[in-house]
């Protein structure tokens, strides 16, 4: 059984008798960017013994995935609260049974903060991490987005957690009044290495991204779709491509009976497109460096948006924008996100050329931002913090 609500197992203990570093990655993305890090990592430091919970990618970089959490992230309040007693609460108390009886020199968490924070604080009371007294260093891979909400977790984090590497060049400063160590490592986007999995075409398809997560997908792939039949009205003859990253996903996607111009293909092999619409994650990031023309759109329950417009302290919901202080991407957020507006926009993104010129411009300074000098890679990071066990 997968997705949240799904029975949490008992985690098989370490493969190898110990394990050197447990990553806990909740969703795709945290699931993809550790894994590049951890594959670094096991090449420059063979014999290593790593565990995960995590996904596939993790699985494939060579770590033991002790549970796949892949399929079973949520986003906003309501699911959140919806599903903590039957798996979130479980999840967790497992995740600390395992590590106070099998000991990993390391615990790096990744992203997901909602998850990783409380576990954190937790090895801490429990005196099983240097914070609390006892021997796992605690990291993590990948701030939460203090800048733009709850800025105080700074402290919090700062008292639990032994060292953070971060992939934007503002964060670093965000932490100056603590005393935790924040490396910048550059972000994975602008490796030498990186693969982009999207790319522009003037001639291609539409891509409709609605997210990794079931949740959001099932909040935001009705209006993509609505937006995409609209804009065909008019007399366009553009096919779209919707990227699912699992099965359970695919499932998502398929409840909702998709016409036959709309095709579901599995995110790998690299595509090439005219215009995107796409929820706020991290595919937005791939679309934008690649100088695709776009506009973002977001909805989630009501629960969940009146808490954001409460807390948030940021005028855009897409990284892109907050890093290029502008809209990149134009913002579509609930109610304002109608097949009409969601029309116009494919429109002026596949007929007006100066709307491609600015994408392309905007998105060479966005590389720039991204491109500053880093202290070290991700997994020179991971090196320098993981200590060695005995074999």
């Avoid at 990993?104 to 429990?126: H, Q, T, W």
């Avoid at 008292?159 to 009044?177: G, N």
């Avoid at 913002?331 to 709307?355: F, K, M, N, V």
Wanted: aromatic share 8%; proline share 8%; hydrophobic share 45%.
């Amino acid at each position: 059984m997968t997705g949240a609500g799904a029975r949490v197992p008992r985690f098989d203990p370490p493969a190898q008798g110990a394990v050197d570093l447990l990553v806990i990655a909740g969703e795709h993305s945290g699931d993809e960017h550790a894994a590049r890090m951890i594959a670094g990592f096991r090449a420059a430091r063979p014999g290593c013994r790593v565990a995960a919970l995590g996904g596939p990618c993790l699985a494939d970089a060579g770590a033991q995935l002790l549970h796949d959490m892949t399929g079973t992230s949520v986003v906003g309040m309501g699911p959140v609260l919806r599903n903590y007693l039957s798996y979130f609460r479980p999840l967790m108390i497992e995740t600390l049974r395992w590590i106070t009886e099998h000991r990993p020199a390391a615990v790096c968490f990744v992203d997901y903060p909602g998850m990783n924070l409380r576990i954190a604080s937790e090895l801490r009371k429990r005196g099983l991490t240097v914070k609390g007294g006892g021997k796992i260093r605690a990291l993590y891979y990948i701030s939460p987005q203090i800048w733009a909400w709850k800025a105080r977790r700074r402290f919090s984090m700062a008292r639990d957690l032994d060292s953070m590497a971060v992939i934007f060049p503002f964060e670093p400063a965000c932490y100056a009044d603590t005393d935790l160590p924040v490396s910048f490592v550059g972000h994975p986007f602008v490796d030498e290495a990186y693969r982009t999995p999207v790319a522009y075409d003037p001639k291609g398809p539409i891509l409709l991204l609605p997210g990794s997560r079931p949740q959001a997908v099932r909040n935001i792939f009705p209006t993509l779709l609505q937006g995409y039949a609209e804009y065909l009205k008019a007399g366009a003859d553009h096919e779209s491509v919707v990227l699912y990253p699992s099965r359970d996903i695919l499932a998502v996607l398929r409840s909702f009976n998709p016409p036959s111009r709309v095709r579901l293909e599995p995110a790998g092999a690299p595509v090439a497109a005219a215009a995107v619409l796409t929820s706020s994650g991290t595919m937005s990031m791939h679309c934008a460096l690649a100088g695709i023309p776009g506009a973002i759109v977001y909805r989630t329950d009501a629960l969940t948006y009146l808490l954001a417009r409460w807390l948030a302290r940021v005028s855009y919901l897409g990284i892109a924008n907050l890093l290029l202080r502008e809209p990149m991407y134009p913002e579509y957020i609930q109610g304002a996100a109608t097949p009409a507006a969601l029309a116009a926009e494919l429109s002026d993104c596949i007929s007006d050329p100066g709307r491609r010129q600015r994408t392309v411009e905007q998105a060479a300074r966005l590389h720039a931002v991204l491109e500053q000098p880093a202290s070290g890679t991700a997994c020179d990071w991971l090196s320098r913090n993981v200590p060695a066990l005995p074999q």
